[in-house]
Each structure stands twice: as C-alpha cells, then as structure tokens.
C-alpha cells in the first residue's frame, strides 16, 4: 500500500498514475478530497483522504496499514498574493508532522521530492524548508529516498504565458544553464524510488538551455516575435526586498527565482520528455 501526498499537485498526480502502473493499491491524500475525484482521476479502488498536513491532529491514523509513504508536498512556486502559509509551515512542519504519522504507523519507507541544488543555497527559506525536512527524515532511522528535480515544466509555463502577452524577462544576461523535467518524468523516477536503493537521485530532462533559451523558445511555440527584457540581478534583488513586508511568501519564490536564474542547475539527464512538446501542448492556453 502506497500513500501519496501532495496527490492533486502537478507531480503527485503523475505520481498516482506511475504508481498505479506498477499495479500497487494506492491511498491518496490532499486537502481537498472532492477535487481529486473530479480532476485527478482516483479510481473507485483508491483510498481517498481529506487533510492538511499543517493542521496538528489531521493525520492521525491516515498511514495505518501503509507501507511506503511518498510526499510530493510543498506550497507551488507561484506569484499569488493570496497565499499565506510559508514554506517553512507547509514544506518542512507539514511533511514533518506526516513522517511522525509515518513513522508511528511503522511505515517502511518515506520517498521525498524535493529541489535539485538546495544545500547550495541555505540562506533561502524555499530550500532552507527542504533541507530541513530532508535532515529530519535522514535522521528518523527509516529506510527513504529523496528525489531532486532541477525544476519541473509546470513552472515554466509562467514563461509561457509571459511571451503570450507579448514580453519575455530574464534576470542578468541569461545564460545560466538549467535541464529542466516534465513532471511525469519525475513521478516515474519517484515510483521507481520504492523499490530503489539510492537515497538521494537528481532528475533531470534531456536538454539542457540557458534562461534565455528558454523564452525564446516560449515565443517561438507561440510563433511571435521576441520582445525579452534583461533585468539586472541587484535591481531585481531591490523589487524582491519590496515584497517582504506585503507578503512573506510571494517575497521567498521572488528569492528563489532570483538564486536560480544565475545559477547552473543542471542535473543527471534522466528524463525523456522534451520542453518544446509541453510548450505546444499548453501554448492555446497561455
């Protein structure tokens, strides 16, 4: 019996499906039970659970009888100033409190997706929150996984949509190097960590760009002319300072954002789905 967390997210949706491929009974658990019948795609035969991993008390019992827990929980990585709970509260307490619920139900193993690259950037909350969950989970005593993605398509859609209204940004000149991964490539790594052996497994996709690459691309799936704008880091890094005090969360993606794209992010070429493929898919609605 495999527990998904995070299973209505752009990853543990795809993680439901690579898990169900390997014919394992699955038990799926989000906030909203409701919305994972009707856009996810559970089956009658899925286990489905209602709770917030940040509310103390709402996992009790939701791991008996399970034996592999995998968490795709984290808050997005989306501009929305509507959003309120940090990713300390959501991405570290509320996947703690979940390996206390694994770890007193006797799970045997808890597979963790987490972010390539973040113990190189310790002073960011984003990655702080991982790698804190990360040390506690290393340090429970129970068999895990960690799974490291560069950064999956779904974040880049904002690009996408950025080139649809006519502009494309990039911070300084552009040309950090990332491979970003289709999210369905990350679950199937993820389901495979189950029976895995390897504790820590970056995933990458199969090209590598630069930052600027990757709008030009934008506006070439689009097929409109590119209008790109370089942002210098230090005034990018004054806007990001602007946003603390309105709201802490909206402020910590800006950190991250800003961290990342002056930095190489590349990691093992484990993917297979190509980033020009997802752009088209998705251009109609950009």
């Not at 950037?121 to 506690?136: C, G, K, M, N, S």
Request: with cysteine.
């Amino acid at each position: 019996m495999v527990l998904v967390a995070g299973a209505g997210g752009a990853v543990g949706r795809h993680v439901i499906a690579a898990c169900r491929a390997q014919g394992r009974p699955l038990r799926v658990l989000s906030r909203d039970a409701e919305r994972l019948r009707t856009t996810v795609g559970v089956r009658p035969e899925d286990e489905v659970v209602a709770a917030d991993l940040t509310v103390p008390g709402s996992l009790d019992r939701v791991c008996d009888g399970v034996d592999v827990v995998i968490s795709t929980v984290g808050a997005p990585l989306t501009f929305d100033l509507r959003a309120r709970r940090s990713y300390m509260e959501v991405d570290f307490a509320g996947n703690a409190r979940l390996l206390d619920a694994a770890r007193a139900a006797g799970v045997s193993k808890f597979v963790y997706v987490s972010v390539w690259g973040a113990r190189e950037l310790p002073d960011l909350e984003y990655t702080a929150a991982h790698e804190r969950f990360v040390d506690r989970l290393a340090a429970s005593g129970m068999s895990y996984a960690v799974v490291r993605p560069t950064g999956c398509y779904w974040v880049m859609l904002e690009v996408l949509r950025m080139a649809a209204r006519g502009l494309g940004v990039v911070i300084g000149r552009g040309d950090a190097r990332i491979n970003p991964v289709h999210e369905a490539d990350v679950a199937e790594v993820t389901a495979a960590a189950i029976s895995g052996v390897d504790r820590e497994i970056g995933v990458g996709g199969p090209d590598i760009f630069t930052r600027r690459r990757i709008v030009e691309l934008a506006f070439e799936v689009l097929q409109r002319k590119p209008r790109i704008v370089s942002v210098p880091p230090r005034v990018f890094s004054a806007m990001t300072a602007l946003a603390r005090p309105v709201n802490r969360r909206v402020h910590a993606f800006l950190a991250f954002g800003a961290a990342v794209s002056t930095r190489e992010v590349v990691a093992p070429a484990v993917g297979r789905r190509d980033l020009r493929s997802y752009f088209a898919t998705h251009a109609e609605g950009a």
